[in-house]
């Protein structure tokens, strides 16, 4: 009922699980065996192992979640994002962002709403995922037009800006100098 998609759900759910077993249980599994005596205090093979065998299981997640949402945050734009989309060339001045932008800011926000009740680091690391695919794409977009008029330019600095605006807080220092490359050049 509440629009998300149930498969995502439940890749949501079992990657904060993982990360919870990872960070919580392992450990606390762990000093319970010490205390007891099953272990000895310095044998963490038993940690060492299943730490990492949740943490492949945990990135094989990650990346099939991750690939989910730029599928659903690409799908219905990437006609948007092609050089020819937008009359560089020739254009009036801008009087708002694109309708890329719009789109992605709205796809962005209906994906993180699906990660709202997960763990800030995992949320952080979802989302600034997927923003270092969407500045490549929208950078390598406006990369690719030639003969851009005064107009055009205005355009693309205004959705540029509005992107930086838009996504700043979660994206990485990489993604912000990408972008603010493109403004400035």
Not at 55 to 72: A, G, H, N
Not at 158 to 185: V, Y
Request: hydrophobic share 40%; proline share 3%.
């Amino acid at each position: 009922s509440s629009g998300i998609n149930a498969e995502y759900g439940r890749l949501v759910l079992v990657l904060g699980n993982c990360r919870h077993t990872m960070m919580t249980i392992i450990p606390l599994l762990l000093e319970t065996f010490i205390s007891h005596g099953y272990i000895k205090g310095s044998d963490y093979e038993i940690e060492n192992k299943s730490i990492e065998r949740y943490s492949t299981l945990e990135k094989s997640i990650f990346e099939k979640y991750v690939s989910s949402k730029e599928s659903f945050l690409f799908g219905d734009i990437e006609q948007f994002l092609l050089p020819t989309s937008f009359p560089w060339q020739e254009c009036n001045p801008p009087s708002s962002v694109n309708i890329y932008v719009q789109e992605l800011a709205l796809k962005l926000v209906m994906a993180m709403s699906e990660l709202h009740n997960i763990e800030a680091e995992l949320l952080k690391r979802i989302i600034g995922h997927l923003l270092e695919k969407v500045t490549h794409r929208v950078c390598a977009m406006l990369g690719e037009v030639t003969g851009m008029c005064k107009n055009g330019s205005l355009q693309a600095r205004l959705d540029l800006e509005a992107c930086k605006l838009l996504f700043s807080s979660n994206m990485n220092k990489e993604c912000r100098g990408k972008i603010q490359s493109m403004i400035d050049g």
